[in-house]
T-cell receptor, first 112, second 114 residues
Framework: GEQVEQRPPHLSVREGDSAFITCTYT??????FFWYKQEPGASLQLLMK?????EINEGQGFTVLLNKKDKRLSLNLTAAHPGDSAAYFC???????????FGTGTKLQVVP | EAGVTQSPRYAVLQEGQAVSFWCDPI?????LYWYQQPRDQGPQLLVY????????NSQLPSDRFSAVRPKGTNSTLKIQSAKQGDTATYLC????????????FGPGTRLTVL
């Protein structure tokens, strides 16, 4: 079946450094892409959603890159701070009314 | 606007016991999803509904799991005869077809099967 692979599973960076997480997906019909942050014991917090037609999206303190040719979705946290320590998940879906297929997750630790 | 609510927040069972989870989606949302998230893994779809109809339940272990959404609003997910492998957080989400293509997640129910 279709899969979403996410790397790395664990990532430790120093405060102020960048943290880079990548997902590769197999479903050629994927059209909507999402990044979520999940703190311990909490639910999923949406960081950003992107359409397939958009390649670069900037949020507050992070950038999302979409390469549809290579079926790759990336999240770059710039100048990470300890409050960014959490699990991060990518997700893809075919359209707005279908379920999301999630990546395996990245546990990020930002060390002061 | 109230978000997605779930209850209970926590459940602890012995193997073989039954448990039900309840979800109240955002008002007006026609699509409701149940995901299972084992510890340190990503959420995986169990079943989803549009109104009261099941759209996809192919990942739902049908011998022990069941889910209903009889009036197209609230939903119940039930596990008969729980196993240790069912230990996970069960997340409910809702969305509006043709809306902002975003799913809104509830706080989850954390299940431990001893």
């Amino acid at each position: 079946g279709e899969q979403v692979e996410q790397r790395p599973p664990h990532l430790s960076v120093r405060e102020g450094d960048s943290a880079f997480i990548t997902c590769t997906y197999t479903d050629p019909n994927s059209y909507y892409f999402f990044w979520y942050k999940q703190e311990p014991g909490a639910s999923l917090q949406l960081l950003m959603k992107v359409f397939s037609s958009t390649e670069i999206n900037e949020g507050q303190g992070f950038t999302v890159l979409l390469n549809k040719k290579d079926k790759r979705l990336s999240l770059n946290l710039t100048a990470a701070h300890p409050g960014d320590s959490a699990a991060y998940f990518c997700a893809v879906s075919e359209d707005s009314g279908t379920y999301q297929r999630f990546g395996t997750g990245t546990k990020l630790q930002v060390v002061p | 606007e109230a978000g997605v609510t779930q209850s209970p927040r926590y459940a602890v069972l012995q193997e073989g016991q039954a448990v039900s989870f309840w979800c109240d989606p955002i008002s007006g949302h026609d699509t409701l999803y149940w995901y299972q998230q084992p510890r340190d893994q990503g959420p995986q779809l169990l079943v989803y509904f549009r109104d009261e109809a099941v759209i996809d339940n192919s990942q739902l272990p049908s011998d022990r799991f069941s889910a209903v959404r009889p009036k197209g609003t609230n939903s119940t997910l039930k596990i008969q005869s729980a196993k240790q492998g069912d230990t996970a957080t069960y997340l409910c989400a809702s969305s509006f077809t043709g809306g902002d293509y975003e799913q809104y997640f509830g706080p989850g129910t954390r299940l431990t099967v001893l």
